[in-house]
């Protein structure tokens, strides 16, 4: 059997779309998780977590209030910490959160800054002693951390944090403060109910002179009763669009203390006397952000892929309308319209996993070089890791909506799920660094780049910037992917060029650097989105070509195509400048072709991801493909419908419609 999924008495829409499948679903697994022996652990990990029963949702997320997401996360995380060591490798990351992702959902919970940001933060930030102070009891899970930077006044300006840590020599302590309401530490997630230390974010302040952001372990509840300590007022900043299991807080101090070794110390110092060590780079102290940037192409990669799954499959089951033959309904996944919403996304989801895998190894290995004293590789890595978070988390929100839509009337109920999917996941569009503003990072690296092309310096430029310096050429279309590479080489040169022109010119006729950047801006971003374009499509292209499997390769191929052909289309506005419209029509033919030679793997293609029930906790895409029977389900559970007349019917509609009779 090569789709594993396949099982007796599942909605045969569904098991006639499994049959379909020509490769191993196993196989495929073992590619997008990077090894066969990760995916076996995924499957047994979640197998493992079925046997306990008291690790199942005790109701449909969509029917608990706030109070009762945060709860049940909370109860869960305490059966679960009975039973680490059998589910899990503790000290595997990736483990640790396939297990979160299953029992708990993406809706957040009181460990997930814990994991993403407060132990990441001591292991790139803390020194030595630290450390041994702080980082076994974190991974103990005895204290629960957060990240606290952003300030109600500020979240991407990180100069102007005003949350105040001045040094006082005599006493040797710092003095955390928050001079003004906007200092108020807002948006930090767990921060409100459940951590009891954060990593907080704060200008070192001594003798008068500003340092600037630097981090700080702090204590903010006490450790038996969990009140706030005196000084520290902190609370949750109330309902978001999505995240709602997450306490995302508040945090002030009021000439809070702090002894001298609670900052982090591995790359700044700060001497009993107030001497000030600066770190070996200016930015090293934005690690944290950098380590979670480098993990979002695979996370957001999952979030589309989740949604997917759900319209993938509901596609297959619901029948709407007909073509040739008139004695059945077909399937809507048949549609060439629906094939066009959906395709390319899962094309871009496998394009993402993949980055994510280069990103993160790129980070692990960061973190390598600059305990051993290199810092060479950070502006590469943060111009690469800026651009990708917001291309990735963008277009990701749009697969996702796409997704909603394909599902009709009930992918806008939350028996979906795909709402609270969109919702969570774009979040990424704004934290970690706003989108505009990440692409005007990486926009600093390119046109440094072409700066160095144009005064002669081209074996200085960083990885991946070498097509800048290169001509234009002659393509080829019918040569492969490879062909679509070079037209997105061409149009992201050209723009690199075109926008970092525009910037030179604005300041030789006068404007200053800033308002020139400014003036630019649209103009830089759009290049940086082509350069990231580029990069995802090289990364995808080169994944593939490594893989030795005929039957895999031949069904990834086929998303290649797909790939290519969808966003050479998408820049058809920039492409335009290299090929001829004749060759776009010619493209958009292959398109379509492309989409007919993927459909039969389309079901397949997202069963690969082996995303459980538990954790896509959606009705409409169940593995079993019974969504009619369970949709009815699901609304009869709805808690309206617990009573036949609500409160409110014989509180104020009835004696109104009694009052009109009279
Ligand atoms: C489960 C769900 C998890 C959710 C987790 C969410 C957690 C959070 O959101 S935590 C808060 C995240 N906050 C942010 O991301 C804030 C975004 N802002 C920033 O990162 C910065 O302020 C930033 C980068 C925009 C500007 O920083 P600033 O210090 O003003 O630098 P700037 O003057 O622009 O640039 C100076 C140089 O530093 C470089 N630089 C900036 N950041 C970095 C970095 N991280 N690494 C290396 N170099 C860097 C720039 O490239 C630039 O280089 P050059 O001069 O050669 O061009
Ligand atoms: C779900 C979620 C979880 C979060 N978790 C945490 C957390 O755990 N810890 C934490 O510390 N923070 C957290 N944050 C905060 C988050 O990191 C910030 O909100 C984010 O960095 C954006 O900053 P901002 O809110 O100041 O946006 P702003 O900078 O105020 O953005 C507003 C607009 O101004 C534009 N803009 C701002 N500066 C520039 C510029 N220089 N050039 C051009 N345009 C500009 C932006 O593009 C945007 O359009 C979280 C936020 C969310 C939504």
């Known amino acids: 059997m090569l789709n594993k999924s396949i099982m007796d008495g599942d909605n045969p829409d569904l098991t006639e779309e499994r049959m379909k499948g020509a490769f191993d679903t196993d196989k495929m697994a073992a590619v997008i998780y990077g090894s066969e022996k990760f995916a076996i652990r995924r499957r047994e990990i979640t197998e493992s977590i079925s046997r306990i029963p008291q690790l199942a949702d005790s109701k449909p997320f969509s029917f608990m209030t706030r109070e009762e997401k945060i709860s049940e996360s909370c109860r869960k995380l305490s059966v679960l910490s009975e039973h680490?060591?059998?589910?899990?490798?503790?000290?595997?990351?990736?483990?640790?959160?396939?297990?979160?992702?299953?029992?708990?959902?993406?809706?957040?919970?009181?460990?997930?800054?814990?994991?993403?940001?407060?132990?990441?933060?001591?292991?790139?930030?803390?020194?030595?002693?630290?450390?041994?102070?702080?980082?076994?009891?974190?991974?103990?899970?005895?204290?629960?951390?957060?990240?606290?930077?952003?300030?109600?006044?500020?979240?991407?300006?990180?100069?102007?944090?005003?949350?105040?840590?001045?040094?006082?020599?005599?006493?040797?302590?710092?003095?955390?403060?928050?001079?003004?309401?906007?200092?108020?530490?807002?948006?930090?997630?767990?921060?409100?109910?459940?951590?009891?230390?954060?990593?907080?974010?704060?200008?070192?302040?001594?003798?008068?002179?500003?340092?600037?952001?630097?981090?700080?372990?702090?204590?903010?509840?006490?450790?038996?009763?969990?009140?706030?300590?005196?000084?520290?007022?902190?609370?949750?900043?109330?309902?978001?669009?999505?995240?709602?299991?997450?306490?995302?807080?508040?945090?002030?101090?009021?000439?809070?203390?702090?002894?001298?070794?609670?900052?982090?110390?591995?790359?700044?110092?700060?001497?009993?006397?107030?001497?000030?060590?600066?770190?070996?780079?200016?930015?090293?102290?934005?690690?944290?952000?950098?380590?979670?940037?480098?993990?979002?192409?695979?996370?957001?990669?999952?979030?589309?892929?989740?949604?997917?799954?759900?319209?993938?499959?509901?596609?297959?089951?619901?029948?709407?309308?007909?073509?040739?033959?008139?004695?059945?309904?077909?399937?809507?996944?048949?549609?060439?319209?629906?094939?066009?919403?959906?395709?390319?996304?899962?094309?871009?989801?496998?394009?993402?996993?993949?980055?994510?895998?280069?990103?993160?190894?790129?980070?692990?290995?960061?973190?390598?070089?600059?305990?051993?004293?290199?810092?060479?590789?950070?502006?590469?890595?943060?111009?690469?890791?800026?651009?990708?978070?917001?291309?990735?988390?963008?277009?990701t929100g749009e697969g996702i909506e796409q997704a909603r839509m394909a599902c009709g009337g009930h992918g806008y109920s939350m028996a979906s799920y795909i709402s609270e999917i969109y919702g969570v996941a774009i979040g990424g569009c704004t934290y970690e660094g706003e989108n505009m503003v990440m692409l005007l990072q990486l926009a600093r690296y390119l046109v440094k780049s072409v700066e160095l092309v144009k005064t002669g310096k081209s074996k200085e430029l960083g990885p991946m910037m070498n097509y800048l310096a290169e001509p234009d050429t002659q393509i080829d279309l019918t040569s492969g992917p490879e062909a679509y590479v070079k037209v997105f080489q061409h149009a992201a040169r050209r723009q690199v060029w075109k926008a970092t022109d525009k910037f030179h010119q604005l300041m030789e006729s006068g404007q200053s650097r800033d308002i020139a950047w400014n003036n630019s801006a649209v103009e830089l971003t759009r290049a940086s989105r082509l350069h990231t374009r580029l990069y995802i499509m090289e990364t995808f292209i080169r994944r593939v070509s490594s893989i030795s499997d005929v039957s895999i390769k031949k069904v990834l191929i086929d998303l290649v195509n797909v790939h290519v052909n969808y966003e050479v289309l998408d820049i058809g506005t920039y492409a335009l400048e290299h090929v001829s419209s004749t060759q776009l029509d010619s493209i958009r033919s292959q398109l379509y072709s492309s989409l007919d030679t993927l459909r039969p793997n389309a079901v397949s293609l997202i069963d690969s991801f082996q995303i459980s029930d538990m954790q896509l906790r959606s009705v409409l895409g169940r593995r079993d493909g019974h969504v009619y029977t369970n949709l009815f389900e699901w609304a009869k559970a709805s808690p309206l419908n617990q009573t036949h007349v609500l409160p409110s019917v014989n509180q104020y509609l009835k004696p109104m419609m009694d009052k009109a009779k009279l």
């Not at 955390?176 to 302040?205: C, R």
């Open 84 to 395: 680490w060591n059998q589910l899990i490798d503790t000290n595997n990351e990736e483990e640790a959160l396939h297990l979160y992702r299953e029992v708990l959902g993406l809706e957040g919970h009181a460990f997930s800054l814990h994991e993403t940001m407060f132990i990441p933060s001591l292991v790139a930030q803390a020194n030595d002693e630290q450390q041994e102070k702080w980082l076994g009891r974190a991974k103990r899970r005895e204290i629960i951390g957060c990240y606290a930077q952003t300030e109600m006044g500020h979240g991407t300006n990180l100069r102007a944090l005003e949350t105040t840590a001045t040094y006082y020599p005599s006493t040797q302590e710092f003095i955390l403060h928050t001079p003004t309401e906007t200092a108020l530490k807002w948006w930090p997630g767990a921060l409100g109910k459940s951590s009891n230390y954060a990593v907080v974010v704060a200008d070192l302040v001594i003798r008068d002179t500003h340092y600037g952001a630097h981090p700080f372990m702090v204590q903010l509840r006490d450790e038996k009763t969990h009140n706030p300590l005196p000084g520290i007022t902190v609370g949750d900043i109330g309902p978001k669009m999505a995240f709602n299991g997450a306490d995302n807080g508040f945090l002030g101090f009021n000439q809070y203390k702090l002894p001298r070794d609670h900052m982090l110390m591995r790359h700044s110092r700060v001497e009993e006397n107030g001497t000030y060590t600066k770190p070996p780079h200016a930015k090293i102290g934005y690690s944290s952000m950098v380590k979670v940037r480098s993990r979002m192409a695979m996370d957001q990669g999952l979030f589309m892929v989740s949604a997917l799954v759900i319209a993938v499959r509901y596609s297959a089951v619901r029948r709407q309308g007909f073509l040739d033959d008139k004695s059945r309904e077909v399937k809507v996944l048949d549609y060439q319209t629906q094939q066009h919403r959906l395709f390319p996304s899962i094309a871009r989801a496998y394009a993402f996993i993949f980055c994510g895998f280069e990103t993160i190894q790129l980070y692990d290995q960061l973190l390598i070089d600059v305990k051993n004293g290199d810092t060479s590789g950070m502006s590469d890595l943060h111009a690469l890791t800026s651009g990708l978070k917001s291309v990735v988390t963008h277009q």
